[in-house]
Each structure stands twice: as C-alpha cells, then as structure tokens.
C-alpha cells in the first residue's frame, strides 16, 4: 500500500466518520475502532520489507545486540506514540502524558546494557591516552 492509498484511506474513513457522527453517533467509537486496526494491518504489512531488509543487514555477528535493542525501541515508540494520540483524541490528557512517560522510562531501560557497554569502552579509551 503506497502513500496514495493511505491517505485515501484516511480521507473516506474521516468522511465515513463525519456522516455517522451526524447520524447515529453510538457507531462513532467502532468505525474509529475499525479504522484504527485497518490502518495497524496496512501498517504492518507495509513494513514487512523493511524488516526483513534490516535484518539481512544486521546478520553480522556483533550487530544483532544492537540492532535488536533498536528494533525494541523502536516498536515501543510507535505503539506508545500511537496509544497516546488514541488516548488524547479521547480527551484523555492526563492518561496520554502517562502512556508517553511510561514508554521513555522503557526505553531507557531496555537501553542500560548499552549505556554500561558505551561507558566501558570510554573508560578505556580515556586508559589508553594515559
């Protein structure tokens, strides 16, 4: 699905959703709901490629460590991104802010075998000028 289509997607789902909203608006959260998961399989099937692609490049020995810690964040920030705009498009401010901070402090710990590791090969970069 290319970004021609996704966008088409998006303009007859808002249009589909303005003319339930004016006429049975109980529907409403459902056509939301339904919107949401078509566009998390599009998504999905999107990026299919390039995950394959990305691990066929991080095949060497070595990279794999890292790339997977990249590929956790990186999946961590888009479904933590994604639930809260959901939750802000709610009204839901406060449960947004928590969806948000919970993911960071994730992300930071998934990321603290890294930090250690950057720091150790600080530390014996700074031995070597001494």
Sequence with gaps: MDTLQFCMLAVTGVAAAMIVKQWKSDFLPFLRLALVLLFAVAIVSAASPLVAYLKDLTGTEGITE???ILM???GIAVLTQCCAEICRECGETAAATGVELTGKVEI???SLPLIN???AVA???LSLGT
Excluded: P
């Design 108 to 110: 930071l710990l998934l």
């Design 66 to 68: 890292y790339a997977g």
């Design 72 to 74: 956790k964040a990186l």
């Design 117 to 119: 590791e950057i720091l």
């Design 123 to 125: 530390k014996d970069l």
